[in-house]
């Protein structure tokens, strides 16, 4: 089997094909939990504490050109989309499952039990003992 034709096995793959529309899909709810943050979340957030710019906030160490910058606000920021996407991760998560068990059929009864093989074996020992 040739490397081409090996890969383009390896490519075709159910498992293969699902993990690269999951991503694109990701990538594009990432855009929408990310406009969601900074367009509608954050002001409020930054309304709340004083109209503060959580991106702006840093912290200077030193002075001069060899000063040391800790963006802390990006930080945040970052940090409230990770949670926000996380949280709606779980939101659509808990709704699939959620809908995939009201899918599931009610298992069918299990049959009633036969006889155990002590009830058989008593049962030929009684009917020997007829005999």
Same mark, same amino acid.
């Given at each position: 089997?040739?490397? !081409?034709?090996?890969?383009?096995?390896?490519?075709?793959?159910?498992?293969?094909?699902?993990? =690269? &529309?999951?991503? !694109? *899909?990701?990538? #594009?709810?990432?855009?929408?939990?990310?406009?969601?943050?900074?367009?509608? @979340?954050?002001?409020?957030?930054?309304?709340?504490?004083? %109209? &503060?710019?959580?991106?702006?906030?840093?912290?200077?160490?030193?002075?001069?050109?060899? =000063?040391? &910058?800790?963006?802390?606000?990006?930080?945040?920021? %970052?940090?409230?989309?990770? !949670?926000?996407?996380?949280?709606?991760?779980?939101?659509?998560?808990?709704? *699939?499952?959620? @809908?995939?068990?009201?899918?599931?059929?009610? #298992?069918? +009864? #299990? #049959?009633?039990?036969? +006889?155990?093989?002590?009830?058989?074996? =008593?049962?030929?020992?009684?009917?020997?003992?007829?005999?």
């Amino acid at each position: 089997m040739g490397f !081409i034709s090996e890969f383009k096995e390896f490519a075709m793959k159910g498992n293969v094909m699902d993990m =690269a &529309v999951g991503v !694109i *899909i990701g990538g #594009a709810f990432g855009k929408i939990v990310s406009s969601l943050v900074d367009d509608v @979340l954050m002001p409020l957030v930054g309304m709340i504490t004083g %109209n &503060v710019d959580f991106t702006n906030l840093a912290y200077q160490i030193g002075e001069g050109e060899g =000063a040391a &910058v800790l963006k802390y606000g990006n930080f945040i920021q %970052n940090t409230v989309d990770f !949670i926000i996407v996380a949280f709606c991760i779980f939101l659509m998560l808990k709704g *699939i499952n959620k @809908l995939n068990r009201k899918k599931e059929e009610p #298992a069918e +009864p #299990a #049959a009633p039990a036969g +006889p155990t093989q002590e009830e058989l074996l =008593a049962e030929i020992r009684d009917l020997l003992k007829k005999k």
